[in-house]
């Protein structure tokens, strides 16, 4: 395992982040109130309408049996987290268009920030 400090965070990292079974990575993720969004697939490992949706700690059996790692290791799977304990309140957000890249797939997700600006203007931010 390596580790070094990141002083300029005032902390260290160990990498790998975990020694356990990635399906208790997930779990505790979950427990710990991360919200997932399934945001890219390998469409030769996972099917294409995993896309937009939760990813919570039920789903890592059925990822397995497509031969998933748990936490995508492999490159099956990209989320990106909208809420959780670092998250001062859930980000707003929804789900648009799918993009297809021969074997994998992306779908659009627009994330509402609400910023304050002259006039209170509300921005939308969209992440491919």
């Known amino acids: 395992m390596e580790s ?3 002083p300029e965070h005032g902390t260290a990292v160990g990498i790998p982040l975990w020694h356990m079974e990635r399906e208790e990575v997930v779990r505790q993720i979950e427990r710990a ?3 997932c969004i399934i ?3 390998n469409n030769k490992i996972l099917p294409r309408n995993l ?11 059925g990822h397995k049996a ?3 790692d748990a936490c995508g290791e492999n490159g099956e799977y990209h989320t990106i987290a909208v809420g959780g304990p670092v998250f001062k309140r ?12 021969g074997d ?4 659009d997700i627009n994330v509402f ?9 509300r921005k939308k931010l969209s992440i491919r």
């Open 51 to 61: 896309l937009g949706e939760v990813y919570r700690f039920r789903d890592c059996g």
């Open 66 to 68: 497509y031969g998933a």
């Open 113 to 121: 920030l609400n910023i304050c600006l002259a006039g209170k203007a």
């Open 90 to 101: 859930p980000l707003r957000y929804r789900t648009g268009q799918i993009l297809d890249f």
């Open 104 to 107: 994998h797939s992306v779908i």
């Open 39 to 41: 945001k890219a697939i």
């Open 4 to 6: 070094g400090p990141l």
């Open 33 to 35: 109130g991360y919200k």
